[in-house]
Nanobody, 124 residues
Framework: QLQLVDSGGGLVQAGDSLRLSCAASGLFFSGYTMGWFRQAPGKDREFVATIRGTDGPTTYAESVDDRFAISRDNAKKTVYLQMNSLKLEDTADYYC?????????????????WGQGTQVTVFS
């Protein structure tokens, strides 16, 4: 069993940066793929970034590829999402998620554990 707690959201101006954190408790964090997803009001949840547990390869949504960076600290059982050059369209609730099968998938359906979400609001 894995429990995830998201934090770090807030109200920021366009162009600013923000770092989200996701702290995990439970067994075998290092072997799990960790992902970040987001859901804007009135929209479906969408993939943002993922990082494998084995050797840490990453995958990004095209909309954030050159602005966001996902990383993990297995000793601290924490995954981060560094968000730079934030845009109005990045406004959403952000959720971290864990896939115990370490598939590195971009589909939310592959993730078994979810954080409670942290809200990011970008204003102009």
């Amino acid at each position: 069993q894995l429990q995830l707690v998201d934090s770090g959201g807030g109200l920021v101006q366009a162009g600013d940066s923000l770092r989200l954190s996701c702290a995990a408790s439970g067994l075998f964090f290092s072997g799990y793929t960790m992902g970040w997803f987001r859901q804007a009001p009135g929209k479906d949840r969408e993939f943002v970034a993922t990082i494998r547990g084995t050797d840490g390869p990453t995958t990004y949504a095209e909309s954030v590829d050159d602005r966001f960076a996902i990383s993990r600290d297995n000793a601290k059982k924490t995954v981060y999402l560094q968000m730079n050059s934030l845009k109005l369209e990045d406004t959403a609730d952000y959720y971290c998620a864990a896939d115990p099968y370490d598939r590195g998938d971009t589909s939310a359906s592959k993730y078994e554990y979810w954080g409670q979400g942290t809200q990011v609001t970008v204003f102009s």
